[in-house]
């Protein structure tokens, strides 16, 4: 049974820095993409970051592209997102997900992710 469980979100203040983490469980971690999205109030979920199984490539919306960084580490089965600079705007519930598979492709689309964690809030006050 695939588990995706987030932690690391809280309250920080603009300019600031959070990391968030992800523990997975239930599937070989290694040969699965990880990706970050959040869901502000009243808007669309959207895609944040997402790393491949294969070589580690990464891949980053524009919106937090040089402020964001994820990182996997394939013995704990976790990703990380450091956030860092976070601006109001970035204020919203993040959540971990992944792909069915194993050896799924990389992709953006948050419609092709089939396991979500739970979420947690990020607040970033200004």
């Known amino acids: 049974q695939v588990q995706l469980v987030e932690s690391g979100g809280g309250l920080v203040q603009a300019g600031g820095s959070l990391r968030l983490s992800c523990a997975a469980s239930?599937?070989?971690?290694?040969?699965?993409?990880m990706g970050w999205f959040r869901q502000a109030p009243g808007k669309d979920r959207e895609f944040v970051s997402v790393i491949n199984w294969s070589d580690g490539r990464t891949y980053y919306a524009d919106s937090v592209q040089g402020r964001f960084a994820i990182f996997r580490d394939n013995a704990r089965n976790t990703v990380t997102l450091q956030m860092n600079m976070l601006k109001p705007e970035d204020t919203a519930v993040y959540y971990c997900?992944?792909?069915?598979?194993?050896?799924?492709?990389?992709?953006?689309?948050?419609?092709?992710?089939?396991?979500w964690g739970q979420g947690t809030q990020v607040t970033v006050s200004s």
């Open positions: 239930g599937f070989a971690f290694s040969y699965y993409p």
């Open positions: 997900a992944t792909r069915r598979g194993p050896y799924a492709t990389t992709s953006l689309n948050e419609n092709e992710y089939d396991y």
